[in-house]
Protein backbone atom coordinates (compact mmCIF):
# COMPACT_ATOMS: atom_id res chain seq x y z
CA UNK A 1 0.00 0.00 0.00
CA UNK A 2 1.00 3.61 -0.56
CA UNK A 3 1.77 5.73 2.69
CA UNK A 4 0.32 9.15 2.61
CA UNK A 5 3.41 11.19 2.12
CA UNK A 6 4.28 9.02 -0.91
CA UNK A 7 5.25 11.30 -3.90
CA UNK A 8 5.62 8.79 -6.82
CA UNK A 9 2.70 8.84 -9.55
CA UNK A 10 1.00 6.20 -8.16
CA UNK A 11 1.16 7.17 -5.08
CA UNK A 12 -0.38 10.76 -6.06
CA UNK A 13 -2.91 8.72 -7.65
CA UNK A 14 -4.14 6.68 -5.13
CA UNK A 15 -4.36 9.29 -2.08
CA UNK A 16 -6.20 12.17 -4.57
CA UNK A 17 -8.46 9.78 -6.86
CA UNK A 18 -12.01 8.98 -5.10
CA UNK A 19 -11.68 5.77 -4.35
CA UNK A 20 -15.08 5.68 -3.53
CA UNK A 21 -16.59 6.00 -7.24
CA UNK A 22 -13.82 3.83 -8.41
CA UNK A 23 -15.06 0.94 -5.87
CA UNK A 24 -18.76 1.67 -7.05
CA UNK A 25 -17.34 1.15 -10.79
CA UNK A 26 -15.37 -1.49 -10.23
CA UNK A 27 -18.74 -3.31 -8.76
CA UNK A 28 -20.43 -2.53 -11.87
CA UNK A 29 -17.44 -3.92 -13.89
CA UNK A 30 -17.70 -6.95 -12.05
CA UNK A 31 -21.63 -7.43 -12.15
CA UNK A 32 -21.50 -6.70 -15.89
CA UNK A 33 -18.97 -9.28 -16.76
CA UNK A 34 -20.97 -12.08 -14.65
CA UNK A 35 -24.22 -11.36 -16.98
CA UNK A 36 -21.86 -11.31 -19.96
CA UNK A 37 -20.73 -14.91 -19.37
CA UNK A 38 -24.27 -15.92 -18.49
CA UNK A 39 -26.24 -14.09 -20.98
CA UNK A 40 -23.70 -14.17 -24.27
CA UNK A 41 -23.27 -18.42 -24.05
CA UNK A 42 -26.59 -18.92 -25.73
CA UNK A 43 -26.22 -16.44 -28.13
CA UNK A 44 -23.27 -18.07 -29.29
CA UNK A 45 -24.40 -21.16 -29.55
CA UNK A 46 -27.28 -20.22 -31.40
CA UNK A 47 -25.30 -18.45 -34.39
CA UNK A 48 -22.90 -21.79 -34.44
CA UNK A 49 -19.73 -20.26 -32.46
CA UNK A 50 -18.14 -21.24 -29.37
CA UNK A 51 -19.63 -21.04 -26.49
CA UNK A 52 -17.44 -18.32 -24.60
CA UNK A 53 -16.89 -16.48 -27.76
CA UNK A 54 -18.62 -13.44 -26.64
CA UNK A 55 -17.60 -13.63 -23.21
CA UNK A 56 -13.90 -14.01 -23.98
CA UNK A 57 -14.07 -10.90 -25.81
CA UNK A 58 -15.57 -8.94 -23.83
CA UNK A 59 -13.12 -9.82 -20.74
CA UNK A 60 -10.01 -8.87 -23.98
CA UNK A 61 -12.01 -5.35 -23.94
CA UNK A 62 -12.33 -5.23 -20.85
CA UNK A 63 -8.43 -5.68 -19.71
CA UNK A 64 -8.13 -2.55 -22.41
CA UNK A 65 -10.73 -0.30 -20.93
CA UNK A 66 -9.34 -0.56 -17.23
CA UNK A 67 -5.98 0.60 -18.94
CA UNK A 68 -7.55 2.87 -20.50
CA UNK A 69 -9.58 4.36 -17.30
CA UNK A 70 -6.58 4.38 -15.09
CA UNK A 71 -4.18 5.89 -17.94
CA UNK A 72 -6.30 8.71 -18.50
CA UNK A 73 -7.26 9.47 -14.68
CA UNK A 74 -3.95 9.65 -14.39
CA UNK A 75 -3.61 13.06 -16.48
CA UNK A 76 -4.42 16.63 -15.60
CA UNK A 77 -7.94 18.22 -16.58
CA UNK A 78 -5.72 20.54 -18.58
CA UNK A 79 -4.02 17.18 -20.51
CA UNK A 80 -7.61 15.58 -20.91
CA UNK A 81 -9.38 18.88 -22.29
CA UNK A 82 -6.74 19.21 -24.55
CA UNK A 83 -6.70 15.53 -25.95
CA UNK A 84 -10.25 15.48 -25.93
CA UNK A 85 -10.65 18.91 -28.15
CA UNK A 86 -7.76 17.50 -30.89
CA UNK A 87 -9.61 14.24 -30.98
CA UNK A 88 -13.01 15.55 -31.61
CA UNK A 89 -12.93 16.35 -35.04
CA UNK A 90 -11.08 12.90 -35.82
CA UNK A 91 -13.96 10.96 -34.45
CA UNK A 92 -16.06 13.52 -36.02
CA UNK A 93 -14.63 12.45 -39.08
CA UNK A 94 -14.88 8.75 -38.81
CA UNK A 95 -18.75 9.16 -37.81
CA UNK A 96 -19.32 10.31 -41.47
CA UNK A 97 -16.88 8.31 -42.55
CA UNK A 98 -18.81 4.93 -41.31
CA UNK A 99 -22.80 6.88 -42.84
CA UNK A 100 -21.12 6.93 -45.72
CA UNK A 101 -19.08 4.02 -46.58
CA UNK A 102 -19.63 1.74 -43.17
CA UNK A 103 -21.48 -1.57 -43.92
CA UNK A 104 -25.49 -1.40 -43.59
CA UNK A 105 -26.26 -3.58 -40.12
CA UNK A 106 -30.63 -2.88 -39.08
CA UNK A 107 -30.84 -0.07 -41.05
CA UNK A 108 -28.00 2.09 -40.02
CA UNK A 109 -24.07 2.43 -41.09
CA UNK A 110 -22.56 3.27 -37.69
CA UNK A 111 -19.80 0.93 -38.01
CA UNK A 112 -16.49 1.14 -39.34
CA UNK A 113 -14.45 -2.98 -39.64
CA UNK A 114 -11.20 -2.85 -38.69
CA UNK A 115 -10.71 -6.78 -39.20
CA UNK A 116 -12.45 -8.80 -36.51
CA UNK A 117 -13.66 -5.50 -34.80
CA UNK A 118 -16.33 -3.61 -35.79
CA UNK A 119 -15.95 -0.08 -34.76
CA UNK A 120 -18.72 2.31 -33.43
CA UNK A 121 -17.12 5.70 -33.91
CA UNK A 122 -19.97 7.26 -31.89
CA UNK A 123 -19.94 5.45 -29.03
CA UNK A 124 -16.47 7.75 -28.70
CA UNK A 125 -17.62 11.14 -29.89
CA UNK A 126 -20.18 11.50 -26.77
CA UNK A 127 -17.31 12.00 -24.34
CA UNK A 128 -15.57 14.00 -26.15
CA UNK A 129 -17.91 16.24 -28.07
CA UNK A 130 -19.21 17.28 -23.95
CA UNK A 131 -15.73 17.85 -23.37
CA UNK A 132 -15.20 20.17 -26.57
CA UNK A 133 -18.68 21.69 -25.09
CA UNK A 134 -18.08 22.27 -21.78
CA UNK A 135 -14.76 24.13 -22.87
CA UNK A 136 -16.64 26.43 -24.87
CA UNK A 137 -19.33 26.85 -22.50
CA UNK A 138 -16.75 27.54 -19.43
CA UNK A 139 -14.50 29.99 -21.64
CA UNK A 140 -17.70 32.16 -22.20
CA UNK A 141 -18.39 31.90 -18.33
CA UNK A 142 -14.46 33.34 -17.68
CA UNK A 143 -14.77 36.14 -20.85
CA UNK A 144 -18.58 36.90 -21.57
CA UNK A 145 -16.69 38.70 -24.57
CA UNK A 146 -16.11 34.95 -26.27
CA UNK A 147 -18.39 34.06 -28.44
CA UNK A 148 -18.62 30.41 -26.79
CA UNK A 149 -22.26 29.42 -26.95
CA UNK A 150 -22.17 29.85 -30.55
CA UNK A 151 -19.34 27.79 -30.88
CA UNK A 152 -20.66 24.99 -28.75
CA UNK A 153 -23.93 25.35 -30.87
CA UNK A 154 -21.84 25.08 -34.39
CA UNK A 155 -20.25 21.85 -32.52
CA UNK A 156 -23.92 20.71 -31.93
CA UNK A 157 -25.14 21.00 -35.54
CA UNK A 158 -22.43 19.27 -36.93
CA UNK A 159 -22.58 15.92 -34.80
CA UNK A 160 -26.25 15.89 -34.87
CA UNK A 161 -26.27 16.09 -38.79
CA UNK A 162 -23.10 13.11 -38.85
CA UNK A 163 -25.77 11.18 -36.35
CA UNK A 164 -28.76 11.90 -38.27
CA UNK A 165 -27.16 10.61 -41.60
CA UNK A 166 -26.65 7.22 -40.56
CA UNK A 167 -29.09 7.03 -39.19
CA UNK A 168 -28.73 7.02 -35.32
CA UNK A 169 -31.48 8.62 -33.77
CA UNK A 170 -31.25 7.73 -30.07
CA UNK A 171 -27.58 8.38 -29.77
CA UNK A 172 -28.83 12.17 -31.25
CA UNK A 173 -31.12 12.40 -28.68
CA UNK A 174 -28.88 11.20 -26.21
CA UNK A 175 -26.16 14.06 -27.64
CA UNK A 176 -28.72 16.81 -27.55
CA UNK A 177 -30.58 16.09 -23.74
CA UNK A 178 -26.38 16.01 -22.78
CA UNK A 179 -25.75 19.59 -24.60
CA UNK A 180 -29.38 20.78 -22.77
CA UNK A 181 -27.75 20.19 -19.72
CA UNK A 182 -24.88 21.67 -20.15
CA UNK A 183 -26.24 24.84 -21.11
CA UNK A 184 -28.80 24.75 -18.51
CA UNK A 185 -25.89 24.46 -15.58
CA UNK A 186 -23.80 27.54 -17.81
CA UNK A 187 -26.79 29.87 -17.94
CA UNK A 188 -29.31 29.31 -20.32
CA UNK A 189 -31.32 32.68 -21.28
CA UNK A 190 -34.90 32.03 -21.39
CA UNK A 191 -35.53 32.70 -25.52
CA UNK A 192 -32.77 30.22 -26.34
CA UNK A 193 -35.09 27.59 -23.63
CA UNK A 194 -38.41 28.68 -26.13
CA UNK A 195 -36.26 28.48 -29.23
CA UNK A 196 -34.72 25.11 -28.20
CA UNK A 197 -37.47 23.64 -27.52
CA UNK A 198 -39.33 24.02 -30.80
CA UNK A 199 -36.88 23.40 -32.56
CA UNK A 200 -36.53 19.84 -30.64
CA UNK A 201 -40.14 19.29 -31.15
CA UNK A 202 -39.83 20.10 -34.77
CA UNK A 203 -37.25 17.60 -34.98
CA UNK A 204 -38.84 15.13 -33.60
CA UNK A 205 -41.68 15.48 -35.29
CA UNK A 206 -39.58 15.42 -38.64
CA UNK A 207 -37.75 12.13 -37.98
CA UNK A 208 -40.86 10.63 -37.22
CA UNK A 209 -42.21 11.65 -40.49
CA UNK A 210 -39.57 10.73 -42.38
CA UNK A 211 -37.60 8.03 -41.01
CA UNK A 212 -39.46 4.80 -41.73
CA UNK A 213 -37.26 3.12 -38.75
CA UNK A 214 -38.54 5.68 -36.17
CA UNK A 215 -41.88 5.57 -37.44
CA UNK A 216 -42.08 2.09 -36.80
CA UNK A 217 -40.56 2.37 -33.18
CA UNK A 218 -42.62 5.19 -31.88
CA UNK A 219 -45.81 3.14 -33.38
CA UNK A 220 -45.18 0.03 -31.92
CA UNK A 221 -44.66 1.82 -28.34
CA UNK A 222 -48.04 4.08 -28.63
CA UNK A 223 -49.74 0.80 -29.97
CA UNK A 224 -48.06 -2.71 -29.61
CA UNK A 225 -50.73 -3.84 -31.55
CA UNK A 226 -49.52 -2.13 -34.76
CA UNK A 227 -46.17 -3.85 -35.41
CA UNK A 228 -43.87 -6.74 -34.19
CA UNK A 229 -43.14 -5.91 -30.18
CA UNK A 230 -41.18 -9.69 -29.71
CA UNK A 231 -38.33 -8.22 -28.06
CA UNK A 232 -40.25 -5.79 -25.53
CA UNK A 233 -42.93 -8.64 -24.93
CA UNK A 234 -39.98 -10.84 -24.23
CA UNK A 235 -38.14 -8.75 -21.86
CA UNK A 236 -41.61 -8.31 -19.83
CA UNK A 237 -41.93 -11.84 -19.23
CA UNK A 238 -38.47 -12.38 -18.27
CA UNK A 239 -38.70 -9.88 -15.36
CA UNK A 240 -42.14 -11.79 -14.69
CA UNK A 241 -41.16 -14.99 -14.46
CA UNK A 242 -37.67 -13.62 -12.37
CA UNK A 243 -39.91 -12.04 -9.74
CA UNK A 244 -38.44 -10.78 -6.46
CA UNK A 245 -35.39 -12.72 -6.06
CA UNK A 246 -35.17 -14.76 -10.09
CA UNK A 247 -34.96 -18.08 -11.56
CA UNK A 248 -31.29 -18.44 -10.60
CA UNK A 249 -27.99 -17.96 -12.29
CA UNK A 250 -27.81 -19.90 -15.34
CA UNK A 251 -31.51 -20.18 -15.37
CA UNK A 252 -32.98 -17.86 -17.68
CA UNK A 253 -34.65 -18.60 -20.91
CA UNK A 254 -34.89 -15.13 -21.96
CA UNK A 255 -30.90 -15.31 -23.44
CA UNK A 256 -32.42 -18.33 -25.20
CA UNK A 257 -34.76 -16.48 -27.55
CA UNK A 258 -33.70 -12.91 -27.78
CA UNK A 259 -31.18 -11.95 -30.19
CA UNK A 260 -29.72 -9.43 -28.66
CA UNK A 261 -29.86 -10.82 -25.27
CA UNK A 262 -26.50 -10.18 -24.29
CA UNK A 263 -26.51 -6.26 -25.55
CA UNK A 264 -29.42 -4.28 -25.52
CA UNK A 265 -31.47 -6.50 -23.28
CA UNK A 266 -29.21 -7.46 -21.16
CA UNK A 267 -31.47 -5.90 -18.12
CA UNK A 268 -34.37 -8.83 -18.84
CA UNK A 269 -31.90 -11.16 -18.01
CA UNK A 270 -30.87 -9.55 -15.41
CA UNK A 271 -34.63 -9.46 -14.31
CA UNK A 272 -35.36 -12.96 -14.84
CA UNK A 273 -32.12 -14.77 -13.52
CA UNK A 274 -31.61 -12.61 -10.64
CA UNK A 275 -34.49 -10.78 -10.06
CA UNK A 276 -36.10 -7.20 -8.94
CA UNK A 277 -33.86 -7.00 -5.76
CA UNK A 278 -30.77 -7.21 -8.10
CA UNK A 279 -32.15 -5.01 -10.89
CA UNK A 280 -32.54 -2.68 -7.88
CA UNK A 281 -29.13 -3.20 -6.82
CA UNK A 282 -27.63 -2.44 -9.98
CA UNK A 283 -29.86 0.96 -10.40
CA UNK A 284 -28.08 1.33 -7.08
CA UNK A 285 -25.14 1.32 -8.13
CA UNK A 286 -25.69 3.63 -11.10
CA UNK A 287 -27.08 5.99 -8.89
CA UNK A 288 -23.92 5.91 -6.56
CA UNK A 289 -21.94 6.62 -9.15
CA UNK A 290 -23.46 9.64 -10.25
CA UNK A 291 -24.55 11.31 -7.12
CA UNK A 292 -20.88 10.72 -5.87
CA UNK A 293 -19.24 12.17 -9.13
CA UNK A 294 -21.88 15.27 -8.80
CA UNK A 295 -21.46 15.76 -5.04
CA UNK A 296 -17.54 16.26 -5.89
CA UNK A 297 -18.12 19.38 -8.08
CA UNK A 298 -19.63 21.44 -4.81
CA UNK A 299 -16.67 22.26 -3.71
CA UNK A 300 -15.21 22.87 -7.61
CA UNK A 301 -14.50 26.70 -8.81
CA UNK A 302 -12.98 25.50 -11.92
CA UNK A 303 -16.09 26.05 -14.42
CA UNK A 304 -15.05 23.83 -17.33
CA UNK A 305 -14.22 21.00 -14.50
CA UNK A 306 -17.79 21.71 -13.18
CA UNK A 307 -19.75 21.24 -16.56
CA UNK A 308 -17.14 18.86 -18.28
CA UNK A 309 -17.87 16.03 -15.25
CA UNK A 310 -21.06 16.93 -14.73
CA UNK A 311 -21.53 16.39 -18.73
CA UNK A 312 -19.94 13.33 -18.58
CA UNK A 313 -22.14 12.01 -15.64
CA UNK A 314 -25.33 13.21 -17.28
CA UNK A 315 -24.54 11.37 -20.45
CA UNK A 316 -23.75 8.14 -17.87
CA UNK A 317 -26.90 8.17 -15.72
CA UNK A 318 -29.14 9.03 -19.39
CA UNK A 319 -28.11 6.03 -20.89
CA UNK A 320 -28.43 3.52 -18.20
CA UNK A 321 -31.75 5.00 -18.01
CA UNK A 322 -32.26 4.81 -21.33
CA UNK A 323 -31.28 1.14 -21.97
CA UNK A 324 -33.58 0.10 -18.85
CA UNK A 325 -36.63 1.97 -19.54
CA UNK A 326 -36.43 0.18 -23.30
CA UNK A 327 -36.46 -3.22 -21.21
CA UNK A 328 -39.43 -2.08 -19.02
CA UNK A 329 -41.45 -1.15 -22.27
CA UNK A 330 -41.59 2.85 -20.44
CA UNK A 331 -39.26 3.82 -23.35
CA UNK A 332 -39.37 3.44 -27.83
CA UNK A 333 -36.76 0.91 -28.26
CA UNK A 334 -33.52 2.86 -28.81
CA UNK A 335 -30.58 0.11 -29.51
CA UNK A 336 -28.62 1.52 -26.50
CA UNK A 337 -26.39 -0.56 -23.79
CA UNK A 338 -26.36 -0.40 -20.37
CA UNK A 339 -23.43 0.67 -19.11
CA UNK A 340 -20.48 -1.63 -17.95
CA UNK A 341 -23.15 -4.48 -18.40
CA UNK A 342 -23.60 -5.04 -21.81
CA UNK A 343 -21.76 -6.66 -24.54
CA UNK A 344 -20.25 -4.41 -27.43
CA UNK A 345 -15.82 -3.60 -27.41
CA UNK A 346 -16.47 0.01 -28.47
CA UNK A 347 -19.19 1.07 -26.06
CA UNK A 348 -17.21 -0.47 -23.36
CA UNK A 349 -13.69 1.72 -24.52
CA UNK A 350 -15.88 4.52 -24.63
CA UNK A 351 -17.27 3.93 -21.48
CA UNK A 352 -13.70 3.65 -20.16
CA UNK A 353 -12.74 7.15 -21.93
CA UNK A 354 -15.40 8.45 -20.12
CA UNK A 355 -15.31 7.64 -17.09
CA UNK A 356 -11.28 7.77 -16.92
CA UNK A 357 -11.99 11.63 -17.55
CA UNK A 358 -14.28 11.68 -14.62
CA UNK A 359 -11.55 9.88 -12.29
CA UNK A 360 -9.50 13.26 -13.33
CA UNK A 361 -11.82 15.79 -13.04
CA UNK A 362 -12.45 14.38 -9.67
CA UNK A 363 -8.92 13.78 -8.11
CA UNK A 364 -8.26 16.28 -5.10
CA UNK A 365 -6.15 19.05 -6.87
CA UNK A 366 -5.56 22.99 -5.90
CA UNK A 367 -6.75 25.12 -8.49
CA UNK A 368 -4.03 27.14 -9.96
CA UNK A 369 -5.20 29.24 -12.57
CA UNK A 370 -7.46 27.17 -15.38
CA UNK A 371 -5.35 23.97 -13.73
CA UNK A 372 -4.62 21.83 -11.37
CA UNK A 373 -1.87 20.11 -11.49
CA UNK A 374 0.03 20.04 -8.04
CA UNK A 375 -1.96 16.96 -6.23
CA UNK A 376 -1.75 18.13 -2.32
CA UNK A 377 -0.88 15.00 0.23
CA UNK A 378 -4.25 13.95 2.55
CA UNK A 379 -2.32 15.64 5.87
CA UNK A 380 -1.80 18.91 3.67
CA UNK A 381 -5.37 19.25 2.86
CA UNK A 382 -6.63 18.47 6.38
CA UNK A 383 -4.76 21.01 7.99
CA UNK A 384 -5.68 23.78 5.41
CA UNK A 385 -9.55 22.87 6.22
CA UNK A 386 -9.15 23.23 10.05
CA UNK A 387 -8.58 19.43 11.07
CA UNK A 388 -6.42 18.00 13.91
Request: aromatic share 10%; proline share 6%; charged share 15%.
Given at each position: ????????L??????T????L??A???????G???T?G????????L????FHF?E?QL?Y????????F??S?A????????????F??VL??V?????????????????????????P??F?????I???A??????????Q??G??IA?VI??????????Q??I???????????G????A???L??????????VV?????????????SR?????D?A???T??????L????N?G??????G??????????A???F?F??????FGV?????L??I????VI???L??L??????????????L????V??Y?N?G????????????L?F????G???LA????M???????R????I?????????????R??E?E?
Amino acid sequence: MFTRTDRSLLGNWWWTVDRGLLLALTILIGFGMLLTYGASVAVAERLGLSSFHFAERQLGYLLLTVLLMFGISLASPRTVRRTAVALFPVVLGLVVLAGFFGPEIKGSRRWLPLGSFALQPSEFLKPLFIVTCAWMFSEQMRNPQFPGRKIAAVILLMTVTALVMQPDIGQTALIVIVWLGLFFLAGLPLLWLVVLGITGVVAMGAAYMFLPHVTSRINRFLDPASGDTYQIDTALNAFRNGGLFGRGPGEGLVKRVLPDAHTDFIFAVAGEEFGVVACLGLLLIFAIIVIRGLLNLLKENDPFVYLATAGLLFQFGVQAYINMGVNLAVLPSKGMTLPFVSYGGSSMLALGLTMGMVLSFSRRQPVIGANRPMPRTMPARRREEGEP
